[in-house]
């Protein structure tokens, strides 16, 4: 295998379009951050408060806080080192654990995370948001809300008492001595760290146009080069012979007939399903083929030795939605108790472009060796998808065997190109480009 | 044991590295692999390391009767997928949904299952996974206690038998005695040789060979050629009682 140079593949979230948002305690940042996100209308847009990362607090610290005694204002507070460390892995197109930080507490709640992964456009709010160095050089874009400070006090003093469980005594006691010295200290000085600074914030609202307009410009080229790297990949993979990764099922008078009977428009639909469950558990077996064994040795009921196989680890299906739903009642068939996770892949209607928009495996993937299903590649694109989702979840690549009903040989052959070490294994081949209509023949919808 | 004289035309079972192409020797487990029979009418499933770890499993005294079941069954799904290849198709064209023409085949013939009571009927379930409302017929032999002979007790088939392609169902081919008798029933209702498709999991060589000289034109499919027999007629290693293991009616 070692010849084989896989070509490269980056998913639209890769180099994450990251929006940071900074500016006084009370001025709006949330709300604009909020105004974004609706404005957008995107589902791969993430809001990253950096509330999140304060830092743990000492017992002695803890009890300061406790009597509002703790400057929660300051650069200090702020953990950048692991904000970096995520920011990077995001920017990366790889996923990210986000702390979980208590406030009743002043702790991480142990143990539990938040998950990012595959967003387009994250918006990081926070008031050192433009603080250190290493955060403004991800950063793609820099906001800095700029509010009068007698509105940031109001709106601070009411959130504090409203949400927050303090009395008016001591939230003014923190504004006077941390947040606004802190103001004039760290967060003001921010400001020249903007590419934009935006006055009155929320009520702004031709700076909130001007923004979102930037943001679905630079996503909207994101989105042509990952469309264009996939046509470009098309054009090279077309002279390359496909490697015996790839297994296309022996076309046998059976399998003739039952293409035969799927291939029908008359064919009705209970036959379809029949046929096309007959055909999918053939499939499934023939991928369980690729999986690694290890040796074995078991006694017979006689108490003779028999020298076989077992697999070498357990198998987790992923069904690609809607489509490899498709594939269910053949993979329970095979396997049985089978983990299954899935992932939910659209296409765009105006751009084509494949979208991920829901994922749910399970948590020790990379554990598996994992059957990726699907019934169709055309153009490749949402396979390309659903395996470095897979890959980025610490599944190896040698551990994944793509399972199809058709495919087009520009589609496989830009799976094989990419990602070299990935078994696929194949019903039939379409020579040309071909729409999804399985799932619609087999849900009747 | 049982290495079977070269004249036979049988090749004992025996350990090998097994998986597919694109892995190195060295990184391909060992495992039993079928022996080897030189009829062309005896047809063996591919020994890829799926299969041999389901007749791992099948085999394994340990396994439970759930496992058995469900197991068995896949290998049968197999061997009946193989078998149905072996039946005439006739070309078809089709439309398809995207409107284009599509040159397939469509099966041509009728047929029906045989099963020889009462292991054979643990078949059945794998048979209609693949052909949904297909004839089953049913034939019950037994070993005759005081001449150690199979004799016939019962059978009930279709009446139009001499018409269809008949699959029959026995799990584990040790003698062939009993299919053999069960094909001298089909052949005596009027079903031609060449038309008959025996199946099974795991075959004797003594069995087959006897069973492929007899009827030179029935095609056997088995999954497994094992090393033998023992003296008291079980197939070794083998799995045991393939009905009482399936059925569960094994006395412990």
């Not at chain 1, 077992?310 to 987790?316: D, V």
């Not at chain 2, 149905?84 to 284009?100: A, D, F, I, Q």
């Not at chain 2, 094992?226 to 009616?249: A, M, Q, S, W």
Request: aromatic share 8%; proline share 5%.
């Amino acid at each position: 295998m070692s010849e084989v140079r896989s070509l490269g593949y980056s998913p639209p979230w890769h180099d994450t379009h990251i929006i940071g948002i900074a500016g006084s305690s009370g001025s709006g940042k949330t709300s604009v951050a909020a105004e974004l996100v609706r404005m957008l209308n995107l589902p791969w847009v993430v809001v990253l408060s950096m509330d999140s990362f304060y830092k743990e607090l000492t017992p002695d610290q803890s009890k300061l806080a406790f009597q509002n005694n703790y400057d929660f204002d300051s650069p200090d507070a702020i953990d950048f080192d692991i904000l970096v460390d995520r920011l990077r892995d995001l920017k990366a197109g790889k996923k990210a654990e986000i702390p979980i930080y208590s406030f009743e507490k002043h702790q991480r709640v142990p143990g539990k995370t938040t998950t990012i992964y595959s967003c387009h456009v994250l918006i990081l709010e926070g008031i050192f948001a433009l603080y250190d160095q290493r955060v403004l050089d991800i950063l793609d874009m820099k906001i800095f809300v700029d509010t009068d400070s007698d509105i940031c006090l109001a709106r601070r003093l009411a959130r504090d008492v409203k949400h927050r469980g303090r009395d008016v005594r001591g939230a003014l006691q923190q504004w006077h001595r941390f947040v606004k010295p802190n103001f004039e200290l760290y967060v003001r000085p921010q400001m020249k760290n903007a590419d934009i600074a935006i006055p009155r914030g929320i009520d702004n609202i031709t700076a909130i146009n001007m923004v979102v307009k930037h943001i679905q410009r630079a996503l909207n080229a994101k989105s042509e080069a990952h469309l264009k790297k996939i046509a470009e990949l098309g054009q090279q993979v077309l002279e390359k012979p496909l490697t015996d990764n790839i297994t296309i099922l022996e076309q046998t008078s059976q399998l003739r007939g039952i293409h035969t009977i799927l291939q029908d428009r008359k064919t009705s639909r209970e036959d379809f399903i029949f046929y096309f469950d007959r055909l999918a558990s053939l499939l499934v077996e023939k991928a369980m083929d690729r999986m690694t064994f290890t040796s074995h040795e078991v006694l017979t009921p006689l108490n003779l030795p028999y020298k076989g196989l077992r697999c070498a680890s357990a198998i987790c299906g992923v069904i690609v939605l809607r489509s490899g739903g498709v594939f269910e009642v053949g993979l329970k068939r095979v396997v049985p108790d089978c983990k299954i996770g899935r992932l939910l892949l659209q296409s765009n209607i105006r751009t084509g472009e494949p979208e991920l928009h829901h994922l749910k495996v399970p948590p020790n993937l990379s554990n598996h060796q994992v059957l990726l299903l699907d019934p169709q590649i055309a153009s490749g694109a949402a396979a390309l998808m659903a395996v470095r989702v897979l890959k980025d979840h610490g599944v190896e690549e040698g551990n994944i065997v793509f399972l199809t009903y058709m495919a087009t040989k520009v589609g496989l052959g830009r799976l094989n190109a990419v990602f070299p070490e990935m078994k696929i294994v194949v019903a039939g081949i379409e020579v040309d480009w071909t729409l999804r209509w399985i799932d619609e023949k087999y849900f009747g919808c | 044991m049982a290495t079977a004289a070269p004249d036979t035309g049988v090749e004992s079972c025996a350990a090998a590295p097994i998986g597919p192409s694109y892995r190195e020797k060295d990184q391909k487990p060992q495992a039993t692999v079928s022996g080897k029979i030189k009829f062309d009418t005896v047809h063996v499933l591919p020994q890829t390391p799926q299969l041999i770890a389901l007749l791992t499993i099948i085999r394994d005294k340990n396994t439970q009767r759930g496992d058995f079941i469900f197991y068995s069954n896949r290998i049968i799904r197999l061997l009946v997928e193989e078998g149905l290849n072996h039946l005439p198709v006739e070309g078809h064209e089709v439309t398809t949904p995207l409107g284009r023409t599509y040159a397939g085949v469509r099966f041509e013939g009728k047929i029906c299952g045989v099963s020889i009571m009462r292991a054979g009927e643990s078949m059945e379930q794998g048979l209609r996974d693949c052909c949904r409302s297909v004839r089953i017929g049913k034939i019950l032999i037994q070993r005759d206690e005081e001449t150690a002979q199979p004799k016939l007790f019962y059978h009930k088939l279709p009446a139009d038998i001499a018409d269809r392609w008949v699959l029959l169902l026995d799990p584990m081919n040790a003698t062939g005695g009993s299919a053999s008798m069960a094909v001298e029933v089909l052949k005596s209702k009027g079903v031609a040789e060449e038309r008959i498709l025996f199946l099974n999991l795991i075959a004797s060589p003594e069995g087959l060979e006897h069973f492929a000289s007899k009827f030179p034109k029935l095609r056997v499919i088995t999954a497994f050629i094992d090393e033998g027999l023992d003296d008291k007629n079980y197939i070794v290693p083998g799995l045991g009682d393939f009905g009482d293991r399936h059925f569960g009616t094994l006395n412990d």
